[in-house]
């Protein structure tokens, strides 16, 4: 099926048909629905906005802890710039090996294309990370100009990393040499030029993100108790944990 780009904003990859299915509803968040993240976002804002404007971007590898506004921060990108010629494609980690096939469809398109991995990760020995690097930077031939890929993740490097792999390591006049597996984690996510990290929330960026989603409520002591009360039984302060809370009490606390 092919994918009318002139009016559809976002695609995603179906292994079962091979090719691209159009999403006809784009989760609508909103870029200023997102709180504790403002450094993440203009540093991701900035990069977008040259790779639109024709500028040298870089990949951008969204790393850190769950819940924190990586994924959500990736679509309200598309609804801020859909625009001004922005698409987004979302490959699963298991089609990553239709990857240059998918690039090659839109390498010609006049609009520029963000290919975005959800919670990527590899295993050991796992081979579907090298399609993405060939995406990355090129292999014999040069990578599109209008493709660049954004990717979210638990793992810094994508790979699992083991104490182990640091026993390797070896000093040779004062220099310090990384292991093989070392290198071999790194040298992926060194291809992403773009590193943006996420942490759990602090309190106060956490009760933040719970007023913005009660804006109407008058007790704020009372509510923020209960958005604290919900976040340690969760386990933690995150923007998922305080849409979690809105979901279950919107309408209940005056």
């Known amino acids: 099926m092919e994918v009318e780009w002139k009016n559809v904003p976002a695609a995603i990859w179906r292994r079962y048909r091979q090719g691209l299915r159009p999403v006809e509803a784009p989760d609508p968040i909103r870029w200023e629905d997102l709180h504790g993240i403002d450094t993440q976002k203009e540093k991701l804002a900035h990069n977008t906005e040259r790779f639109l404007a024709g500028k040298p971007a870089n990949h951008a590898l969204l790393w850190g802890s769950r819940g924190t506004g990586k994924s959500s921060l990736v679509k309200a990108l ?5 625009h001004q010629g922005l698409r987004v494609i979302e490959v699963d980690k298991e089609d990553l090996v239709h990857l240059p096939e998918i690039v090659d469809g839109i390498r010609q398109r006049p609009e520029r294309f963000i290919i975005y991995c959800d919670d ?6 796992d081979p579907a990370y090298k399609p993405l690097k060939s995406v990355l930077e090129g292999s014999i031939e040069l990578p599109p100009e209008n493709v660049r890929v954004y990717a979210t993740s638990n793992r810094r ?3 699992p990393e083991y104490f182990s792999d640091n026993r390797n390591t070896t000093m040779e006049d004062g220099e310090i040499h990384p292991s093989e597996a070392v290198e071999e984690q790194i040298s992926l996510s060194d291809r992403f030029g773009l590193w943006l990290s996420f942490y759990p929330f602090r309190e106060a960026v956490y009760l933040e993100a719970v007023d913005a989603l009660f804006p109407d409520v008058q007790d704020r002591e009372a509510l923020h108790r209960e958005a ?4 340690l039984a969760r386990g933690g302060r995150s923007g998922r944990t305080a849409q979690q809370f809105y979901r279950m009490r919107s309408g209940e606390i005056r």
């Open 78 to 82: 598309l609804n801020r710039y859909r």
């Open 120 to 125: 990527l990760s590899f295993g050991d020995g």
């Open 157 to 159: 490097h994508l790979m």
């Open 228 to 231: 604290l009360q919900f976040a």
